[in-house]
């Protein structure tokens, strides 16, 4: 059995919204702890307990939120990439919070797989589970903390812009996103990812389903696999998308890029586009290169000053 977080995503309706995945699910317990008191900002880490309601199953997911000390009552949503928080996200928080800025980091939730024809509807309810939870984590840190929950921005690179992508058309709160090397069509990025991770995981699961060719394996998934960071011109302010593409990506290859690129292009609004000649970790890490042009879009498009 595979240990994963989930890259790719999901399957509640034909057209999921922030409500109906939330319906899904119940929260029952949520706990915050101060872990660091710096001069600009206060860091906490939560629990926070939902239940499925299908399954009744309870669910754990940590988060870790920062609180700044010099606020303007905004809050940006940060979504790790796929091997966790590392020095990119602990860097950004850093930042955006010392800028006045809440940022809530929310973990991803390791689950395991067995490889079946069961496999396709356990990898749908973990991106389901992840989306769910950091829409109650919203809700749950208001104690904690105060913003406007109708001025929020979304940042991530990698799985995280992937999950921010599908977030921003998900919950029309977000009025900004700032991603890095995310891609959508998820079918196709699965399958031509070579990030070690999701190749040991694809070739498992193929071999579970008696699948050979991998263009077979990309029209299964398209069966199977419906929401998409596509989702992400469902959002009415398209102006708020800013994204950073790396032009010799293999991991979140570049097509797949430049097709979330183009779908946001043909629904009308050109995205602030930085096109970079780097491979992933390069671009991922251009989030932080690129962060004086973060705060001031955020800071204009979430409608406030310092």
């Known amino acids: 059995m595979l240990i994963v977080t989930s890259f790719i995503s999901v399957g509640v309706a034909a057209k999921p919204s922030a409500s109906t995945i939330m319906s899904l699910y119940e929260s029952t317990q949520n706990t915050l702890a101060t872990l660091d ?20 199953e309870s669910l754990r997911f940590k988060y870790r939120l920062y609180q700044s ?49 069961e496999t396709s509807a356990k990898i749908e309810r973990t991106f389901e589970r992840a989306m769910a939870a950091s829409l109650y984590m919203i809700e749950e840190i208001k104690s904690a903390v105060a913003f406007d929950s109708e001025q929020m921005g979304l940042a991530g690179a990698s799985q995280g812009g992937i999950r921010s992508a599908t977030l921003y058309g998900l919950d029309h709160r977000f009025k900004a996103i700032f991603i890095a090397v995310a891609g959508a069509d998820l079918p196709s990025l699965y399958v031509e990812t070579e990030i070690d991770q999701l190749v040991e995981f694809r070739e498992a699961h193929m071999e579970g389903m008696d699948i050979v060719n991998l263009n077979e394996y990309e029209d299964y998934l398209r069966k199977t696999l419906r929401l998409d960071p596509f989702l992400i011109i469902e959002n009415p302010r398209l102006d708020g998308i800013a994204m950073i593409i790396a032009q010799e990506d293999d991991i979140v290859p570049t097509s797949n890029q430049w097709k979330l690129w183009s779908a946001i292009k043909n629904a009308g609004v050109h995205p602030k586009t930085f096109i970079k000649d780097v491979t992933h970790v390069t671009g991922a890490l251009m989030l932080i290169r690129y962060e004086g042009v973060m705060i001031p879009w955020f800071l204009e498009k979430l409608n406030t000053r310092p």
Request: charged share 25%; proline share 6%; net charge neutral.
């Open 37 to 56: 008191d710096k001069s600009a900002y206060r860091i906490f880490e939560g629990s926070l307990v939902l239940s499925e309601l299908a399954s009744q």
């Open 69 to 117: 000390k010099t606020p303007i009552n905004r809050l940006i949503v940060l979504t790790p990439n796929i091997e966790g928080v590392t020095i990119l996200e602990r860097r950004l928080a850093h930042r955006l919070a010392k800028e006045g800025f809440h940022v809530l980091v929310p973990f991803a939730r390791a689950e395991q797989f067995p490889f079946d024809e």
